[in-house]
């Protein structure tokens, strides 16, 4: 069973299908990510206005749809709409849905 539930995480997706995090249109910050430990690396180190534009933007939940196949952690996010959360309660909420998402499917 755990086995299965490891397939489901997939390790590391090709550079063209990476998370590139921005702070608005066409300012590209210089940080990706191609896999979801990656993506939690770089959220701890980008500036907060590109978590807020991405958020806003539900970039992140079709990143984790269209590239992950995890529908399950897009549904999470999407929870979080309701909090109106910003700047580093963002960044601190946004980590913690994933390392709760990580810990839920390696336990399982």
């Known amino acids: 069973m755990r086995e299965e539930v490891k397939t489901r ?5 090709p ?5 590139y995090f921005f702070t608005s249109i066409g300012n590209y910050t210089g ?12 959220l701890m180190e980008v ?3 590109s978590l807020e534009f991405h958020f806003y933007r ?6 984790f749809i269209e590239v ?3 529908q399950e952690l897009a ?6 709409y309701a909090l109106k959360l910003t700047g580093e309660p963002l960044r601190s909420q946004l980590y913690k849905t994933i390392e709760t998402h990580l810990k839920h499917l390696t336990t399982s």
């Open 9 to 13: 995480i997939p390790k590391e997706v």
């Open 15 to 19: 550079r063209e299908k990476a998370f």
């Open 31 to 42: 940080k990706s990510a191609s896999s979801l430990e990656e993506f939690m690396e770089k």
């Open 47 to 49: 500036n907060t206005k």
């Open 58 to 63: 539900e970039d992140f939940e079709k990143w």
């Open 68 to 70: 992950l196949q995890d």
């Open 75 to 80: 549904e999470e996010f999407r929870k979080l």
